[in-house]
């Protein structure tokens, strides 16, 4: 080869070394402060964590974690795009970067730890897999389901689940897989199967989609744990401090007493522990590189964990669940932040 076109190859290799890391540098929450807005993966569809309305309207608790992330960073909760995504597309969505963070009823695990490249930041909702039936099948534990044809989601914990349930009590069934949630409430309903499987919160969800949700009962079997909660790539600890601070922060407030309807007059609060909450003394938001005031926004624009849980899942809601492990630890339940201090 000519000496000078080696050089010119030399040259050329050397500025992709140096280009190419600059191609990916910044984190995401660089990123998002630039674009101004927050890209959020969520479920299609699942009341109570996150639903659409004919406006356009998202809700549910999924939803109120972007809000809270786009409060802190943003200043704005309002600004947060929503993609709708299935069980089978959100990973790939995370992963590819079409999302910032994956807020869409997703359990905690070992695989998805360890093989998938993302992170989980916290949880959200404390919550297990059962079965609801209908009430025309006089069925009433799930111990008496042998035999039974089963709708479960494709690409869910629940697959697992389900079968090792029936494995371990000696029991047989027919699974009936389906891609979408409404795909499975729809076969459900139509008589498909005899039960439908997933989450209990989801099965609350998915009852009140039935033309007669009084027709249908939730067993009182509880066969797995699933903690819930938002998802962010791995190799970026900035976006991950700033998404799971932002759920430690509503949670922290409601501990504190601190709501989105007495915020302002806290702000003078002499207890030093709302202080810091609230970004009036103490670390602030400098080692999350955000303003002081980012909790402050979090809790007046969205609320606290409590506030959050009440009117999204909780008894404010069609849902009507009550707070059980989703409670506060000072309550009982397992909800638990770390200070902020």
């Known amino acids: 080869m000519n000496p000078l076109l080696k050089l010119r190859f030399l040259f050329l290799f050397m500025g992709v070394l140096l280009v190419a890391p600059s191609a990916f540098a910044g984190s995401t929450l660089d990123t998002v402060q630039g674009r101004g807005k927050l890209l959020c993966g969520v479920n299609t569809g699942l009341p109570g964590f996150s639903s659409v309305d004919s406006k356009g309207k998202w809700t549910g608790i999924d939803v109120e974690v972007c809000r809270a992330v786009a409060a802190a960073v943003l200043g704005d909760a309002g600004k947060v795009e929503f993609t709708p995504l299935t069980a089978k597309e959100r990973f790939t969505a995370l992963q590819s970067g079409e999302i910032d963070v994956l807020s869409r009823n997703t359990t905690w695990t070992l695989t998805r730890d360890s093989t998938l490249g993302v992170n989980f930041t916290g949880v959200t909702y404390y919550d297990g897999q059962g079965f609801m039936v209908s009430k025309q099948l006089g069925v009433k534990s799930a111990k008496k389901l042998d035999g039974a044809s089963v709708c479960v989601l494709a690409g869910t914990t629940n697959e697992l689940n389900l079968a090792d349930y029936f494995r371990t009590q000696g029991m047989k069934y027919e699974p009936v897989v389906f891609d979408t949630a409404d795909q499975v409430v729809k076969g459900f309903e139509s008589g ?34 699933e903690p819930l909660g938002p998802l962010v790539r791995q190799g970026d600890d900035d976006w991950m401090n700033v998404v799971r601070w932002a759920l430690f922060a509503m949670i922290n407030a409601e501990e504190l007493g601190v709501s989105s309807k007495n915020v302002e007059r806290m702000k003078d609060s002499k207890n030093p522990k709302i202080r810091r909450l609230l970004g009036r003394e103490g670390i602030k938001g400098k080692g999350l590189k955000l303003k002081d005031d980012w909790a402050y926004r979090i809790i007046r624009q969205v609320g606290n964990y409590g506030e959050v849980f009440e009117r999204t899942v909780g008894k404010g809601s069609r849902l009507g669940i009550d707070r059980g492990l989703n409670a506060l630890w000072k309550d009982g339940g397992l909800q638990y932040a770390p200070p902020i201090r």
Do not use: F, H, N
Not at 194 to 208: A, E, I, K, M, N
């Open 192 to 225: 498909r199967c005899d039960v439908l499987t997933s989450d209990q919160s989801q099965l609350y969800g998915q009852r009140v989609k039935l033309a007669d949700p009084g027709k249908a009962a939730v067993l009182p079997e509880v066969i797995s744990k």
